[in-house]
């Protein structure tokens, strides 16, 4: 199932945050979005995944998610938004119950979710007493228990350290190549951008809008750390993007 | 930085974080009660403390004792303990349902809250006869009482713990589709809990205090009959035992609560 966002315009009252955003999420791509602080790009997720409604323009679906498929839109939050009073199985069962899916079947794909984050021996856990990244890792299995046509990746490793974030981005790529999914994801970081991006959508600073689309062809199994190539794209991104970045640094906030 | 003059002693860095995190220290307060009844004890023997002002915390304790062997202080206790345990659930439930519509609807918060506002600072005593009219004399009255005073800050308390929930997780439920019911019943309710339960350790202490006062008016048995009766007659010894049931049973409530919430907010440590 692809995404196409068709001019895509947002304003939260007077203060216009998106700006004519048109652009294909393609079935089994990780599209990442990046730009300034500010410029929406959380927004736009909020937006793609009909968490919020768009002023102008529409998000389509096309193409039918795929058998099996429980959230077509499903979202990894940056701050996790794990249920403190429930278990790791807990969590994931959360999101199953609503479905009808108990006992031994969920069970079965509580599993699985939590053997493809090397989460098995974490089961019984509460939140508290995980660290930063597993508990990430519970919230990637959750929705991976869904079976997500898309998923929704809002800046997913940015309240971790940078080690942890390093070894998630591992964990991710090692996931996708298993089983390719598709995924928007945001980020404020290019390094994670070009690790893990099929395609590259840079936005301006407020009003958000699309400045460059890159691809990079490279597998993403093949993206060690240090290649020149890569460093080359990041360097290009950056800068494209820096004095933006500053000016957007500098403005005050009222939003 | 350094003195030009002669090289300075290295002073240790003064400690200076600590505090700010209280521990549990049992025997503490046992220690408090036992001290302040063991002074009294001591200044009414010696005669420091007047029998006038003070009861002799022994005789309190004989007192108790026949009130135990006659056989009155079930006959006390019961029906005040049901007064307390019906009027408390009725309004506790109430003030919990209305709590959680008024976070959860801005047409019930905006219809509620003026009200619940208005209806707070009432002193409920003041109503008792108003009670009577309307519920009669018998325990209905006393349920209502009770209920109405225990109402108002179980709503204020819930309202305020629902508003408390983290929106993001509320936001999250959504995400994955999670209906209406789901949400409140798996997100709201659980993450509203610890407000909830702290809530209900005032309620729960008002509802006892609107117990007697329920009593004081048209009960022949009852704590707060009792104590009544006692008061009258200037009977210290009688009024000091009612009082110290009254202080046992606000005690027993907060524990139980206590482990309410050990038992349903393991999660928090």
Redesign the interface.
Known sequence: MDIRLDAISHSYGDTEVLRDISLDIPNGKIVCFVGPSGCGKSTLLRLI?G?ERATKGRVLQLGTPPEGC??P???V?Q?F?L????SVHGNIS??L??HGIKGAQADTIIADVLARTKLSDFSKA?P?QLSGGMKQRVAIA?ALA?KPAVMLMDEPLSALDSQTRELLMDDLVALWTRQSFTAAYVTHNLAEAVRLGHRIVVLSRRPGEVREIVEIDMPLADRSHGNTKLEQTQKHLWDMMRDEARAADEELLDV | MSDATAPTQPIEVRFRGGGFAPKARRWVGLFVFVFLIGITEIGTRQGWISSLTLPKPSDVLATFGELWESGLLFKHLIPSLSRLAVGAAIGASIGIAVGIMIGLFSYVRAGMVPLVAAIFPIPKIALLPLFVIWFGIDEASKYALIAFGTFTPTVVATYGAVDNVDRSLIRMGQSFGLSWLSIVRKIVLPGAMPGILSGLRISLAIAIILLVAAEMLGAEYGIGAYILEAGSLYDLERLFAGVVILSLLGVILSTVIGFIERRLLGWRA
Do not use: I, K, M
Request: aromatic share 14%; no cysteine.
């Open positions: 995944g968490l429980l959230n839109l499903t979202y939050f701050d938004a249920l403190p009073w429930r959360l999101v119950e609503d509460l508290r959750r869904v």
